[in-house]
């Protein structure tokens, strides 16, 4: 038995049982919460405008391919018991730490402007001044960061929210009555299918820091090896899912707002579509959606950064205080820059696209080649064989990430 086990083993018998399941509840919703940001939100609502009903084909193809490479990802990390940066550098010494700086550049660019984003949130909750609003909001997460169970508390502040968004949601596609039929049919036959979109929602459902969130905290619940095989699988797809019902979700609410023949206004379309279909009330409801989105993603964004920064054996008062210090850089950045300049947002998207076929063959490899880090667990062909499918698709998009890269410097 190698200290590795020992130390996996150790973590289940110091972990309460319920406090495990919470956990393991928490995995779930933080990777779906990290996942839903405010980008989330503006892509779902765009491309629901550009391609109507037809929509509904990409948001499903998006989460088969979603799924596959989470069920892959969680299943590697959660049988290993090691992070992904430590997997990378036993495949590779030194290739963890430059896994690392990828996500440490995207997630800091991306951070700064998820803490904008919870400022436009505020603004369109309270009428709060957007800046006051962020730093606000910054404070809130660097909070949680800082209580005594600040696992617990992260745990529960996913859940909550992601719950809060989904409810206000479905509240609102229900009042905006969308063709649920012909959104149906489409999914099946669509009428166009639109590759871009496709390609878009899984990097920004799998891309960059967002595969590792829901694995790296799946971790710290104690259920690992391959005795938990089963809860590790189960976390996987509901993490997934959970993100679909809530693009799913929205993408009906803003539908049955254009299919009625309104006219959403350019410069925020979201916030455009839930007002007319409720008024003020519409307006600050994609408010507190809007601001959740934001917080959980500034909180999932931090929390995985860091994890990718330190190792399993650094206490975790030393890690939560990294996590402070992480998110207290992206307000101060915030403050000096007032958002995250386009081009900066478009060049750690073009590092998110390359981050996910990388992580993703490391991933791969040790799944086919390094049993000796999975305790020897026969990995399952069938898993191996969607998620060889699935990483063809994000070299391709690791290509186009480049592309946008070089015509950036250009």
């Known amino acids: 038995m190698d200290g590795r086990t020992t130390q996996v083993e150790t973590t289940e018998a110091q972990s309460p049982p319920g406090n495990g399941r919470s956990a393991l509840l928490g995995a779930m919703f933080l990777m779906a919460t990290s996942a839903i940001g405010p980008g989330f939100i503006t892509q779902t609502t765009s491309f629901t405008v550009r391609l109507g009903v037809a929509f509904a084909f990409a948001i499903v193809v998006s989460i088969l391919v979603d799924i596959a490479v989470q069920m892959n990802v969680w299943r590697v990390i959660g049988v290993s018991g090691l992070r992904a940066n430590e997997l990378a550098n036993r495949v590779l010494p030194g290739l963890g730490w430059g896994l690392a700086a990828l996500i440490l550049l995207g997630g800091l660019v991306f951070n700064i402007g998820n803490i904008s984003g919870t400022g436009l949130g505020t603004d369109a909750m309270l009428g709060l001044d957007p800046t006051t609003g962020a730093v606000l909001s910054a404070g809130l997460a660097i909070a949680i960061f800082l209580v005594k169970r600040a696992g617990a508390a992260l745990d529960r502040i996913v859940v909550v929210l992601g719950l809060v968004m989904i409810g206000l949601t479905a509240w609102m596609a229900f009042t905006t009555n969308p063709p649920v039929g012909l959104a149906l049919q489409n999914a099946v036959l669509p009428e166009e299918v639109n590759v871009l979109a496709i390609t878009t929602l899984i990097g920004g459902t799998v891309g960059g820091y967002i595969t590792y969130a829901g694995a790296h905290r799946l971790i710290e619940s104690g259920r690992t090896g391959p005795a938990h095989v089963t809860e590790i699988t189960k976390g996987s797809v509901v993490g997934i899912l959970v993100t679909g019902v809530m693009r799913s979700i929205l993408f009906l609410a803003v539908l049955g707002v254009v299919h009625g023949g309104a006219a959403l206004a350019e410069d925020n379309p979201a916030a455009s579509a839930f007002e007319q279909a409720a008024g003020q009330f519409g307006l600050r409801a994609f408010g507190v959606i809007f601001w959740a989105a934001a917080i959980t993603s500034v909180i999932g964004a ?5 994890s990718f920064l330190t190792t399993q054996q650094t206490k975790p008062r030393t890690r939560n205080l990294a996590t402070v210090a992480f998110i207290a850089v992206c307000t101060v950045l915030f403050l000096v820059l007032g958002k995250a300049p386009v081009t900066l947002l478009v060049f750690a998207g073009g590092f998110n696209g390359l981050i996910l076929p990388i992580g993703f ?14 305790s020897h667990y026969a990995y399952p062909r069938w898993l191996f064989g969607i998620g060889i499918l ?12 480049i592309a946008g890269l070089q015509a950036l410097w250009a």
Do not use: F, K, N, P
């Not at 699935?390 to 391709?396: N, S």
């Open 302 to 306: 931090s929390y995985t950064t860091v």
């Open 361 to 374: 063959t490391v991933i791969l490899w040790v799944a086919w080649r390094r049993r000796d880090l999975l």
């Open 390 to 401: 699935a990483w063809v698709l994000t070299l391709w998009l690791g290509w186009q990430s």
